[in-house]
């Protein structure tokens, strides 16, 4: 059994950070590629960003890059995803998702993703 747990979400001004972390429970955290994904009220879901299990592989969502960094630490089970210069149009519900894939990769495709979390809430206000 595979659970995800997201935290670090809330409310933040227009050019501030957060950073929302996730934890993996289950075996095999350190052959999982993960990423984060998001989606606001009436949008499509979003790719944010994704990270090897290797942690050489990274990728990220073209409205994010330069502002985001995503990270990992094997040992803890985590990723973490860096939030600066937010935006209002950031504001959304971001997902924690994982595959158990045979190779090292940071696919934006979330059909790519079996394992997912319930989402943590980040608001930007203006």
């Known amino acids: 059994q595979v659970e995800l747990v997201e935290s670090g979400g809330g409310l933040v001004e227009a050019g501030g950070s957060l950073r929302l972390s996730c934890v993996v429970s289950?075996?095999?955290?350190?052959?999982?590629?993960m990423a984060w994904f998001r989606q606001a009220p009436g949008k499509e879901r979003e790719f944010v960003a994704a990270?090897?299990?290797?942690?050489?592989?990274?990728n990220y969502g073209a409205s994010v890059r330069g502002r985001f960094a995503i990270f990992r630490d094997n040992a803890k089970n985590t990723v973490d995803l860096q939030m600066d210069s937010l935006r209002p149009d950031d504001t959304a519900s971001y997902y924690c998702?994982?595959?158990?894939?045979?190779?090292?990769?940071?696919?934006?495709?979330?059909?790519?993703?079996?394992?997912w979390g319930q989402g943590t809430r980040v608001t930007v206000s203006s």
């Open positions: 998702a994982g595959e158990h894939y045979a190779l090292p990769r940071a696919t934006p495709s979330p059909s790519n993703y079996r394992y």
């Open positions: 289950g075996y095999g955290f350190s052959s999982y590629n």
């Open positions: 990270i090897s299990w290797t942690s050489d592989t990274k």
